[in-house]
């Protein structure tokens, strides 16, 4: 299977006025084409700046990262090319509506995908022809997936998607996400819902303290953390994963 995205002891490093923080501590990543790929994580914990480093936007301190096969910094306009990215918030065009920057993002990009396809998958059309300060939280948040999606290309990085939806809006975002990757879209997302973690992923790399502390696919990740479940309280699914790949992060940290 074909790479999209490769991380090899990847470091990112910021300095600060107390000091140099090290964001991401040599994080290895190998995620395939042509699956949801989903990092997860609390805040804080490096997937944004893992998801910023796949796509050019930063530039990792150390290690090597590799998007398509391509340097993601020196050779991003090519990688811009292969790769899209869900804005956290489309600003600046308030008085447009979404109809209107959906147009304009469409004009960048040599092979757009269908407005109306988008408009109609995402379930926009009772607000797609409002201003954008007119929209909900939810509401801007499916414009700016759509922003990402109508690219037309074959790999999407979607940073926290379902982030301000109601449950009924955040199914029908994971029926939609569901529906390209059965066309061959790679979906790479980052989230700290669990729920959306176990039903949505194909495949999880849990982050924390800017390092992967557990990978599999879901099914895999529940079934061994269930085997080392100790105690006498209910085991949780992934929340008990994730305590448990987080409690041997911090312990390791802290030797």
Request: hydrophobic share 40%; proline share 4%.
């Amino acid at each position: 299977m074909t790479t999209a995205i490769s991380f090899q002891n990847v470091t990112k490093d910021y300095a600060t006025s107390k000091g140099i923080v090290r964001a991401l501590r040599g994080l290895d990543l190998e995620i395939p084409q042509g699956v949801i790929y989903g990092l997860l994580g609390p805040n804080g914990a490096g997937k944004t700046t893992a998801l910023e480093i796949a796509v050019g936007l930063r530039e990792a301190t150390g290690g090597l990262a590799r998007t398509m096969g391509l340097d993601p910094v020196r050779e991003n306009a090519e990688v811009r090319n292969r790769i899209s990215i869900q804005p956290q918030n489309a600003t600046g065009f308030d008085l447009l509506t979404g109809e209107e920057l959906l147009d304009i993002w469409s004009a960048l990009y040599p092979n757009p995908r269908p407005a109306e396809e988008l408009i109609r998958l995402l379930d926009m059309s009772g607000y797609i022809d409002r201003q954008l300060r007119r929209l909900s939280g939810g509401q801007r948040q499916r414009v700016n997936l759509a922003l990402a999606l109508i690219c037309g290309v074959n790999v999407t990085v979607l940073d926290e998607p379902s982030t301000g939806l109601d449950p009924m809006a955040r199914a029908d975002l994971w029926d939609a996400l569901r529906h390209l990757k059965q066309e061959g879209m790679t979906i790479i997302l980052s989230t700290h819902d669990m729920e959306e973690a176990e039903v949505l992923c194909d495949h999880l790399a849990i982050i924390d303290a800017g390092a992967v502390v557990a990978e599999g696919s879901p099914s895999e990740l529940i079934a061994d953390a269930e085997r080392r479940h100790q105690g006498p309280d209910r085991f949780r699914g992934l929340t008990d994963v994730f305590f448990q790949a987080a409690g041997r992060s911090f312990h390791q940290q802290n030797k």
